[in-house]
């Protein structure tokens, strides 16, 4: 059974802030690109550093509004906003 891991968000300035956790690097980008501001057009970029390790899994994030699903629960609103991620790359820091 794999175990749930913890990223941390970085910001431009290497600035650590935000602990984000998922099974994979996509889920806890999922969480963030979903908070996120960014378009299709537009995405905006996302650093998550594994917690433990050197590496910075970076992705281009975005959300947009879709239709609901059809079996939704009466409280969901017609609505929603989907988060999208695509993964960019892997950084290796020198030292954390």
Same mark, same amino acid.
């Given at each position: 059974?794999?175990?749930?891991?913890?990223?941390?968000?970085?910001?431009?300035?290497?600035?650590?802030?935000?602990?984000?956790?998922?099974?994979?690097?996509?889920?806890?980008?999922?969480?963030?690109? $979903?908070?996120?501001?960014?378009?299709?057009?537009?995405? @905006?970029?996302?650093?998550?550093?594994?917690?433990?390790?050197? +590496?910075?899994?970076?992705?281009?994030?975005?959300?947009? $509004?879709?239709?609901?699903?059809?079996?939704?629960?009466?409280?969901?609103?017609? +609505?929603?906003?989907?988060?999208?991620?695509?993964?960019?790359?892997? @950084?290796?820091?020198?030292?954390?």
């Amino acid at each position: 059974m794999v175990e749930t891991r913890n990223f941390v968000l970085r910001d431009k300035n290497g600035n650590e802030h935000g602990v984000f956790t998922g099974k994979q690097p996509r889920q806890a980008a999922l969480k963030v690109a $979903n908070r996120g501001k960014g378009t299709k057009t537009k995405p @905006e970029t996302i650093k998550l550093r594994e917690r433990g390790t050197k +590496k910075i899994h970076v992705f281009k994030g975005w959300r947009e $509004n879709v239709d609901a699903p059809k079996n939704k629960p009466d409280w969901m609103p017609d +609505k929603i906003s989907k988060p999208f991620v695509k993964k960019v790359g892997i @950084e290796k820091l020198d030292k954390i």
